[in-house]
């Protein structure tokens, strides 16, 4: 069949897409103890549920929601402390880098390394080149060498506390870099924050630059309702509900979920609290692992290298059913793999496994 101009063009993009690296989705292993991917699973599954049915009772789902989202920002912008005019929503934090790099017409980021995989591929999905800043072995950030990479950019994504290694950049640091950098635009993901010390959303809403993005699929235990939001100053946030985003990016149900979950924020701190507590716990016992190394988090994760341990310690998790997400050799470690902190019970098995793989 003779190929006319478009259908060409539309190959090559294909053939330009399908070589383009993209975020894996973790496979669903039924029955597994499931510490893979940052989920809260402190937050009783009842309670999460109980939410959902009366939910599902409330709304009318024939309508589209109409004044849903406004009694969403409300909240959001009382539990970040903030206006609520500078506040948006989206379907999940990802819809909204998704939107984010759609329309601003970036064309060169810089990221340090490693960071979020998802921002990485997305930037390169539209054509955006990404500078990467190694991180030094410690995780910590070499501000002078991100700070001399971001001028070249126009876009910088700071990932805090940053997923996968766990920890938060200092404020003051954050801050430092932001303000030498007044003319880029810096995201700053705080997908982890509620589990951090520090946000950056009241500064945010007060410089031209910096959007903050937030999601309620960690700490709040809905991952699956799929509601993130940005925290940025006014001016910023009319524009992007007003015409980036789209009408009715969240659904009836997930709005009604989100509300009544945020409603009970301080059943949500408390959990969050058990997850520090066990945080904690569990780092202080791997610690004490002499074959492994673990390093300090500021969010419900911890990053772990188990060097020549690596193998047998994957093998025991598998025969056990405990899932985490295995990272290989990153950033100059060896043998990588990321935890989720769940409850004590999932915890104590996977540290189980950790004794049992670490032996000898
Ligand atoms: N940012 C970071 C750093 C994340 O780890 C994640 C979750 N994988 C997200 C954003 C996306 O979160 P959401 O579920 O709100 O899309």
Redesign the pocket.
């Known amino acids: 069949m003779k190929k006319n101009n478009s259908s060409s063009r539309f190959d090559d993009s294909i053939r330009r897409i399908a070589k383009l690296g993209h975020y894996t989705k973790p496979e669903k292993v039924q029955g597994a103890i499931k510490l893979d991917s ?1 989920e809260n699973f402190a937050l009783d599954r009842d309670f999460v549920a109980g939410i959902a049915a009366e939910a599902a009772r409330q709304v009318d789902l024939r309508e589209y929601p109409l004044d849903q989202l406004d009694e969403l920002y409300s909240q959001l912008a009382k539990y970040a402390g903030v206006s609520v005019k500078c506040v948006a929503a989206g379907s ?3 819809q909204i880098i998704e939107l984010l790099l759609s329309t601003l017409g970036s064309r060169r980021a810089t990221v340090f390394s490693p960071t ?1 995989s998802y921002f990485i591929n997305r930037c390169e999905l539209h054509g955006i080149k990404v500078d990467k800043v190694p991180l030094d072995q410690d995780f910590t950030l070499d501000k002078k060498e991100f700070v001399r990479s971001a001028r070249k950019s126009d876009l910088i994504y700071i ?1 805090s506390p940053n ?1 996968p290694t766990g920890n938060q950049i200092g404020r003051q640091e954050a801050i430092d870099i932001i303000d030498s950098l007044e003319d880029k635009l810096v995201l700053v ?1 705080e ?1 982890y924050v509620d589990f951090a010390d520090y946000s950056l959303s009241t500064y945010a809403t007060k410089r031209d630059n910096i959007i903050v993005l937030r ?1 309620l ?1 960690k700490a709040f235990g809905l ?1 699956g309702a799929r509601v ?1 939001y940005m925290v940025a100053n006014e001016k910023f946030v009319r524009t992007f509900r007003s015409t980036i985003q789209s009408p009715y990016p969240i659904s009836t149900l997930s709005l009604a979920i989100a509300s009544s979950v945020l409603a009970r924020a301080d059943h949500i701190r408390q959990t969050v609290n058990a997850v520090r507590n066990e945080r904690g716990r569990v780092l202080a016992k791997l610690a004490k692992v002499d074959s492994i190394k673990v390093f300090p988090s500021d969010a419900n994760f911890l990053f772990i290298e188990a060097g020549k341990n690596y193998q047998r310690i994957s093998k025991v998790l598998k025969s056990s059913g405990v899932v985490v997400k295995e990272l290989g050799s990153i950033a100059g470690h060896r043998g990588c793999m990321r935890v989720t902190i769940g409850t004590r019970e999932m915890n104590d098995k996977f540290l189980q496994c950790i004794e049992e793989g670490s032996l000898q």
């Open positions: 940052n999940g934090s990802d979020f990932c997923n993901d997908a999601t699929s991952a993130g």
